[in-house]
Every structure is written in structure tokens, then in C-alpha cells.
């Protein structure tokens, strides 16, 4: 079905390289994909991964704070970068005559980053990575639910048991050491995946890419990830936890442990996932929105994990007068009834997969983005030409022995919302 | 994914017919062409190119360039230098008119089995009560004469489609998305929800109780108390920009089936819409198809769109929405500024990506990356039919909410006060520039540009002129517009965040009065399906 050019290289030093060509638009996408994620930070430290990719942008031995943004945007770029478990990404999107100016930039830092850093910056960016927690995740309804749910779903000793932005009290105690040792030890071309699609002539990329990363060193071996990957592929029973929030509707989120992203069996999880939750034909948008109407809205989603296991994620938000119990109890119901689904369901959930990935790769940022992915996590990032093949192999048999060996009460973290603390609005106090 | 061979379709010359008695005319235009020229305009940022007389980037003094590669040859020390710009590939607007006088716009584009559709219906927030507009937009998709909702929806994503309705402040749109295979019976379904909406009435209950619902989770999300609060500070009553979306709860809870069908009826005619379609179609087969599915529908009911009046001001004053105990405040600094249409569009468009509208920008430059108050700080003008607000905006560590408040108002009085320097000045301008092509890199992206063209009236040439307007910007006129638009004595400030923290500090910058605003009353719990009788 989709049939996305790529040619891959690996430099001297270790360096993977994927070019894609898609000319319709004259622009260029340069993704790095680094293998670090929060899954590498060891205890004391959690949040350290995001800090450091906040750091990235504060300038390297050739490129003033600063500059890094100012050039891309001065070249009609964009640019970001994502901090999530397995790994952090770095991308830029620019007229295609710029290419080997995101080339250099990205080179620059991946080679020269420390002789910029300093403890003033490292201070200002402690407090803007605080105002982000606050700002997403503290001063939002829900806003911390990741940290219970990956807290119910994963053991202690487990890389996935702590959230991406981490604690505030580890973020407050990095030093300027921790940046160096965490660069020279996860930012070397041998942990990462360069990926460059769009419009650009092979040869002078090549080149460029040679120019610019080829004297970069090869670093040593990466250190394996702490705490225990392994675990039981089940949580082994239902556990618990009830919030009291200032937050206007109860909300029952609920969550499992699935097989990895690369289990084959991680398939029938996805698709189980979008029969539930995907669209309004889904069975949880039908039964508990439409039918029901015990909900006000609904969410399945799958997280393609790879250390031991990843999730499964669903919740419904109530009304106000709704009984969280019945809540969980509808929710529940729909998610053990996907023992028996009919190969239709399964079509109109891969259907809406195969509009969505068409939908993104139109976008040279996205096409780059997936094929770092599946080179850094499968070393194939061809793969994803056969990702539409792969959900739709998959079939009713599967998902509902999946449903049986996974979505069961031996395998369920519950994390209940209620509203509760909050003041009397006047119209209660009369 | 199989992509077909791009043909380059010659230009053909605007071809214009009286629309007298022309039921189907075909004008062919052309977008993107020109920015080929405009691009190559813009030759920038090699060490020491043209650029407008920008400073070489890379900060390259000579200490700085240790970075030598005598291996390689080249210097790490400063920007590599570019090669040419690119030219865009042309991509063809042609505009016809079903029989019943509904403009359609059709860019073709073959380069993946994609399509994006959008149909739009003037409206939106400016008909009818608050919240009506859009609670109809809501409302299409649930159920037609002849399919259930339920059968609606898998109807549509058998298909894999998405279709989605929904409302702005100027009107309602209606998005298609849908691979080429399907696109006949997307079209097919598309129709009938613009067609023949049922609004049954059993459906009607349960949005409107979901929406009433979204109004009271809309209270404990800080940035919409924060937004919803400036709004209704910078328009007069009736005014529906002053109005959020969502509508209130006291407008919306009496709303029947009866007040939709007539607000239908006056506002979905095809004299009221438009419709535009992007991607791989066939233009012959694509106005048959339109034709079959929106060319029976009649003229709209004469339409009348409220006014919008700005409150007067009573000189500087800020506004505390209280949310006690909240780690961030919500700042927002606006006003009512310009509608789409305004002549100042570039000189704004560029004084504000100077000020707010991009990472380097100055609030957000000063707000973040040096003082730290807070993970982002921006500004924009929300342009649209009529003026709508300019808004500078964060979410700041509580402690810090007064010195804020300080730099905000620092900001845009600088700009005001001081003329901007050609560096900065260039930056913003190419940073406009250069992203065109960007917007043009999905069908739904082009969709929304031949949208935001045609329905704002901005002129065959728009995107063709777009870059040599933009480049042509002056640092006079951005001293214009900030004169005109940024004066701090014509700004209303609104904070959501925790009163008794932030109530002294905000009171000691002597700025204007600091006015708690009552929380918005919601006078008992929203209609459930076993009271929907005395609805």
C-alpha cells in the first residue's frame, strides 16, 4: 500500500542516515531521533531528559543562545523537539535551500553542545520547565493522571514507573554536571537516527551530511536502562486509586499492560483499541455516549512502548450527578465485550488508521518523524510501508484472545476523578 | 501508496463571464505561481549574503571559530551557505457554480489519493441566540431524514472518513476528509447531512446537555476562564465576539428543535455558502458529484448578523477572575484591533511576529528565556469578518504575576516608542515570507488558504503578492501599527488566578483599578434525559 522511498547509510561514526525524496512541496525535513527517553534517568533524577532537550536549544560552541530559533525562523522554518519514554526527538521543516542549516545546527549541538552551557542558563530553563509543569500538568483538570496511572500500571523498579516531566524536586537538585555526563554518555551519533525527506538533491545531502556530522566521534557503549524492563505481562490484578480534584466532572480512566510495540501481538491491542474507542461508530462512543449517555465523552489509545510493555488507555467523563461506579462499570462492560468483534469493525478501524497515516505523511516533518521511528526502534524504517498491512492482518480471533489475556480485572489500574475540594459556588451556598 | 504522475497544467487567462445567466462559468486562477518569483526575492542568511543587510549569523568573531575543519574545508564557525531558493509548483484555483448558484473553488492535486473538502456557511457565533450557531453545526451530523446518527457515523467511517462540523465566530464549517476511492459516496453523505438534517429531537437532548455540561468544565479551565473573560470585557452586550462559542447556559437550555429549523432555514441556502475542495479530483466528474449532492438546495432566508460593538474604555483597568489556589495565573492583555480585511494586514502581520507571534519573539524572548515566568508568552489578532481582539498572552508562575504584567506592558510600549532595527525587523519579515510554501504542503492546508482567499475577499492575487507584500514592509509602518494598536492605555487586562495572592502586587503597579469578576452562575445541574420533558 504506501510506498515511501528511503536509502539509509551509516557514517563512520556510527551515525544512521535515512534520505527520503518527496518534491511536491519545496521544502525539507531534518529529524533526529536520540535513543534516550525518561526510561534512561536513574532515581533522583526523573524529568532530567526534558530538562537536558530544553538545554539543546540554548546554543552550542559555534550557535549563540538564541540562535539556534532565530535562524530557522529567519529561514521561513519550523522547529521543535519532543521528549517522550524510549526516546527525544529534534526536527526542523525549512525552505529546501536550507537544509544544510539545519543540518549544521542539529551537527553542532550533537558535537559542540557543552562549551556553551552554562549555570545561568541551566537556571532559567529549571524554571521554565517548573512553568510548563504548572502550566500543563498542575494547573489542568486531570493534569496529573499520568503520574498515577504509569505509577498503578508499572512496578516501582520499572522505567516507564515515573512521568516524562519528572518531579520538580529532581529538576531542582540537575546540576551542570548531570548535562555533561548526559550528553557525552546518550548524545553520540551511535544512539542516534538523522532522517532527511522532502525536496533535496541525494548527492549534495550526502555531502552535506558527511560535512557536518562526520567529525563528530563516535561515543562509547550506551549504558543499559536502569531498574528491571522485564515484568509479568499482566499486572495480576485490579488496583485502585480515587482523587478527590478540583475538577468539574468525574472521570474514570482506565488502564492495562499490553504486549510491546515490537510483539506482534501489539497489533490486536491497537485495533482492539480503535474498535472501542476510535470515532463515533466506536462501541464506547455508541454504548455510553449515544445509547447510554452515562458519558459525556470517551478515549481509547494505545502507547507503542518497548521496554516490557506498553499500555492501553482508556477513560469516560461523566456528568455531574454521574455515579463513578456505574461509570466504570459501563466502561469496563464495553472494553471485556471486545472478546467478539466482527472482521466489519476491524475494517472500519483500520480504514480510519489508513486515512489518518495518508493524512500525515503529506507532511515531509511526519514522514521523517515515522521513519526515524522505525529505524531507531525496529533498525527497518521501511517497516512503515508495511505498518496499514500489519493492522489489517489482524483478526477477530486475535482480538478477542488479546481481550481475554489482557483487558481482563487481573490486568486493570482504575484511577477514579471525583470533584471535591473546591469552594461553594454561590448558587450552592444558598 | 500508488501516487500519480503531477502534469503541470498550463495557465489558462482568467476567463470572466457576466454572471448574468451564466449558470456554470469557469474562471481559472492561479495560486502559488507567483510566490516562485517571490521566493527567489528572498535570498538569505548565507555568512555575509544579501539579506537586507542583516549581520552575518553564527556570531562569527574570530575567537569564535575554533570550529575550523581544516579536513573538511569549511568553517563551523558561521551558517553554511545556501543554495537557490525553490520554485513552488503552480497549483491551479478554478471556480464554477452549481445550478443553484453555489460557488465551488477546485484546486487540483494528484500527488497522494487524498481529498479535503470544506463547505462554509456564514453564521457561526454572529445568528441567532449564544451558542445557537454553533450548537447547530453540532447538530448536523447527528441524524438525517434518512439515516440515524448511528448509521450516519459508520456510514462515514466505513468509508474511513472524517467529516466534521462545527462553528467559528463568522460561520460554520463542514470538513470533508476521505480517500480519492471513496470520495463519491463521501460526497454522497456529505450532502445529505447539508441537505436533510434531522435534529431528532432525542439527539438534540443529549447534545445540548453535553454542551451545558462542556460550559461548566469550561469554568475550571484556566486559559478559557482567562479568554472568555477578556472577550466579555472588550465587547458591549450583543456583541457576539464578546460571547463564547459554547453559548451560555441560559440560552441555550429553552433551545428546541423548532429554533434550529429556523435558523437552518434562514442561514444553510446555497446563496450562503461556499465550498471548497482540494486534491486528487477530477474537476468534470467532481461538478457532476457536487452537483447531485448540494445543487438542489435552495436560497437561504434573508440573514442578519449581529453587530459588533466594542465597550468604551474607562481608562486602564484590570480584571481578576479568581481561581484560588492556582499555581499559574492566566495573563491576557487585549483589545478590540482589526477585522481580515484590513488594509494594515502585512504591517501587523510582521510588528506582531516581532512582539509575540513567534519563538524569538520579544514577550517571549523576555518572558521565558530570560526571566523564566513561564513556559511561553505570545500575542496575536484574531482578524475576522469584523474587528475582532488583539491578545498578548501567558500562563505565569503566581508569585511573579505583577512583574508580569510589568513586561507585557514594557513590550508593547517599546515598540510604540522605539523604531525596530532592520535585523529584527528582516527576521520577522522572512520568517512570514518563507513559510508560504509550508501551508501548501497538505490538501486540508491548501483548503484552508483558498478558504481564508475567497470567503475574506482578499483578492485573485493574494497569495501571489503575498511575499512581495510582506517583504516590502517598512519599519516605519510596523511603528505605525504599534502606535495605532499597541498603546497600553487602550488595553484591557484580564487575569484568571488566585485573587488574594496576586491582588496586592497587581494593586501596587498603580496601573488602573483591579475589579474581581464574579464567576458566571449556572443555576442548577444541566438537563438530564429523564428531564428532558420540560425542556
Given amino acids: 500500500m504506501l510506498s515511501i522511498p528511503v536509502e539509509r547509510f ?63 525562523e529567519r529561514a521561513g522554518g519550523t522547529l521543535n523537539a519532543t521528549t517522550w519514554f524510549d526516546r527525544t526527538n529534534y526536527f526542523e521543516t525549512v525552505p529546501s535551500h536550507h537544509l544544510e542549516l539545519a543540518l549544521w545546527l542539529e551537527s553542532d549541538r550533537m558535537g559542540w553542545m557543552l562549551p556553551a552551557m552554562t549555570q545561568e542558563k541551566l537556571d532559567n530553563q529549571r524554571d521554565v520547565v517548573m512553568n ?50 548526559f550528553f557525552q554518555t546518550f548524545y553520540v551519533p551511535n544512539n542516534a537516527v538523522l532522517t532527511v525527506c522532502g525536496d533535496f538533491n541525494r ?41 478527590e480534584a478540583e475538577v468539574p466532572l468525574p472521570r474514570v480512566l ?40 452515562v458519558a459525556k465523552d ?71 518523524d515515522l521513519l526515524s521511528m522505525f529505524d531507531q526502534l525496529f533498525d527497518d524504517p521501511e517497516r512503515l510501508n508495511g505498518e496499514l498491512e500489519r493492522l489489517g492482518a489482524v483478526t477477530p480471533r486475535q482480538v478477542s484472545e488479546f481481550t481475554k489475556s489482557f483487558l481482563g480485572p487481573d490486568n486493570r489500574a482504575v484511577l477514579t476523578y471525583v470533584p471535591g475540594n473546591h469552594r461553594p459556588r454561590a448558587e450552592e451556598a444558598a | 501508496m500508488g501516487s500519480r504522475g503531477r502534469e503541470r497544467i498550463g495557465r489558462d487567462g482568467p476567463e470572466h463571464r457576466s454572471r448574468v445567466g451564466a449558470l456554470r462559468h469557469r474562471i481559472r486562477r492561479t495560486i502559488g505561481l507567483a510566490v516562485v518569483t517571490g521566493l527567489a526575492g528572498c535570498s538569505v542568511s548565507g555568512p555575509g549574503g544579501a539579506g537586507g543587510g542583516a549581520v552575518s549569523p553564527g556570531g562569527g568573531e574570530g575567537a569564535e571559530r575554533a570550529g575550523v575543519d581544516r579536513a573538511a574545508g569549511f568553517d563551523r564557525g558561521a551558517p553554511p551557505s545556501v543554495g537557490s531558493p525553490p520554485s513552488m509548483r503552480v497549483l491551479e484555483r478554478e471556480v464554477f457554480e452549481l445550478s443553484n448558484g453555489l460557488p465551488v473553488h477546485v484546486v487540483e492535486d494528484h500527488d497522494l489519493p487524498m481529498v479535503s473538502v470544506e463547505l462554509h456557511v456564514a453564521g457561526g457565533g454572529r445568528v441567532g441566540t449564544p451558542g445557537l450557531g454553533p450548537l447547530l453545526a453540532d447538530m448536523l451530523d447527528e441524524g438525517t431524514t434518512t439515516r440515524s446518527a448511528v448509521e450516519l457515523a459508520e456510514a462515514i467511517e466505513r468509508i474511513g472518513a472524517s467529516l466534521s462540523t462545527g462553528a467559528d465566530h463568522d460561520g460554520s464549517v463542514i470538513r470533508l476528509g476521505v480517500l480519492r476511492p471513496h470520495l463519491e459516496r463521501a460526497l454522497e453523505l456529505l450532502g445529505d447531512v447539508v441537505r436533510n438534517p434531522a435534529f431528532d429531537e432525542a439527539e438534540l437532548d443529549r447534545v445540548k446537555r453535553q454542551r451545558v455540561t462542556r460550559i461548566l468544565q469550561s469554568r475550571d479551565e484556566p486559559r478559557e476562564l482567562a479568554d472568555n473573560a477578556l472577550a466579555d470585557r472588550l465587547y458591549q452586550p450583543g456583541s457576539s465576539y464578546g460571547q463564547p462559542l459554547l453559548g451560555t447556559e441560559a440560552a441555550l437550555r429553552p433551545v428546541d428543535r423548532g429554533d434550529l429549523v429556523a435558523l437552518y432555514e434562514r442561514t444553510f441556502g446555497a446563496d450562503n455558502m461556499s465550498v471548497v475542495v482540494v486534491g486528487d479530483v477530477d474537476r468534470d466528474e467532481l461538478e457532476e458529484r457536487l452537483e447531485g449532492a448540494l445543487g438542489s438546495l435552495p436560497a437561504a432566508a434573508a440573514v442578519d448578523f449581529a453587530r459588533q460593538v466594542p465597550r468604551a474604555l474607562d481608562g486602564p483597568a484590570i480584571y481578576v477572575v479568581d481561581k484560588p489556589g492556582a499555581p499559574q495565573s492566566e495573563i491576557r492583555i487585549g483589545r478590540v484591533a482589526v477585522a481580515r480585511g484590513t488594509p494594515d494586514y502585512f504591517p ?88 508560504l510554501p509550508q501551508r501548501f504542503e497538505t490538501v486540508a492546508g491548501t483548503a484552508a488558504q483558498v478558504a481564508d482567499q475567497v470567503l475574506n475577499d482578499l483578492g485573485d492575487d493574494y497569495h501571489e503578492r503575498y511575499v512581495e507584500r510582506v517583504l516590502a514592509v517598512t519599519a516605519g509602518e510596523v511603528r505605525r501599527v504599534a502606535r495605532e494598536y499597541l498603546d497600553p492605555d487602550e488595553m484591557v487586562v484580564v487575569v484568571a488566578g488566585d485573587h488574594a495572592a496576586i491582588r496586592g502586587g497587581l494593586e501596587e503597579l498603580g496601573w488602573g483599578a483591579v475589579t474581581l469578576i464574579p464567576e458566571p452562575t449556572v443555576t442548577d445541574a444541566p438537563p438530564g434525559p429523564d428531564r428532558s420533558g420540560s425542556d
Fill in chain 1, 298 to 368: 470517551v478515549v481509547s489509545n494505545t502507547f507503542p512502548l518497548m521496554a516490557g510493555a506498553g499500555m492501553l488507555l482508556a477513560w469516560a467523563t461523566g456528568f455531574p450527578d454521574s455515579d463513578p461506579a456505574e461509570l466504570e462499570a459501563s466502561l469496563a462492560g464495553e472494553i471485556e465485550g471486545l472478546e467478539a468483534v466482527t472482521e466489519e469493525e476491524i475494517r472500519r478501524a483500520v480504514s480510519l488508521t489508513e486515512t489518518r497515516l495518508v493524512r500525515e505523511i503529506q507532511r515531509v516533518g511526519e514522514r521523517a
Fill in chain 1, 10 to 72: 551509516t557514517l563512520g561514526n556510527g551515525l544512521r542516515v535515512n534520505l527520503s525524496l518527496e518534491r511536491s512541496t519545496p521544502v525539507v525535513a531534518v529529524n533526529l531521533w536520540y535513543a534516550v527517553g525518561s526510561r534512561n534517568e536513574r532515581p533522583g533524577r526523573t524529568g532530567f531528559a526534558h530538562l537536558f532537550e530544553h538545554m539543546m536549544f540554548q546554543g552550542s560552541q559555534h550557535v549563540p543562545k538564541n540562535r539556534h530559533f532565530e535562524l530557522v
Fill in chain 1, 203 to 243: 548527492d549534495e545531502a550526502l555531502d552535506m551530511i558527511e560535512r557536518q556530522f562526520g567529525p563528530i566521534p563516535r561515543g562509547g557503549e550506551i549504558p543499559p536502562i536502569p531498574g528491571r524492563s522485564e515484568l509479568s505481562p499482566t499486572i495480576g490484578s485490579t488496583v485502585r486509586e480515587r482523587v
Fill in chain 1, 132 to 181: 510548563e509543569k504548572r502550566q500543563r500538568y498542575d494547573n489542568q483538570p486531570y493534569g496529573d493522571w499520568d503520574e498515577w496511572i504509569q505509577a498503578m500500571v508499572y512496578p516501582e523498579t520499572h522505567p516507564y514507573h515515573h512521568t516524562v516531566i519528572g518531579s520538580m524536586d529532581d529538576i531542582a537538585a540537575a546540576t551542570l554536571d548531570d548535562v555533561a555526563e
Fill in chain 2, 348 to 435: 501587523l502581520m510582521v510588528m506582531n511576529t516581532i512582539l509575540g507571534g513567534s519563538f524569538t519573539s520579544r514577550l517571549n524572548a523576555n518572558l521565558r528565556e530570560d526571566k523564566g515566568y513561564t513556559y511561553g508568552a505570545g500575542s496575536g489578532f484574531s482578524m475576522r469578518r469584523e474587528p475582532g481582539p488583539f491578545v498578548a498572552a501567558a500562563a505565569v508562575n503566581t508569585s511573579v504575576t505583577d512583574k508580569a504584567v510589568v513586561e507585557f506592558l514594557r513590550e508593547l510600549r517599546r515598540l510604540a516608542d522605539e523604531p525596530v532595527g532592520e535585523v529584527e525587523l528582516d527576521r520577522a519579515r522572512k520568517y512570514l515570507a518563507l513559510r
Fill in chain 1, 254 to 293: 482506565m488502564a492495562f499492560r499490553i504486549p510491546p510495540f515490537s510483539d506482534p501481538d501489539y497489533y490486536a491491542a491497537d485495533v482492539a483499541s480503535s474498535v472501542a474507542g476510535s470515532g463515533r461508530a466506536s462501541r464506547l462512543y455508541r454504548s455510553l455516549v449515544r445509547e447510554r449517555r
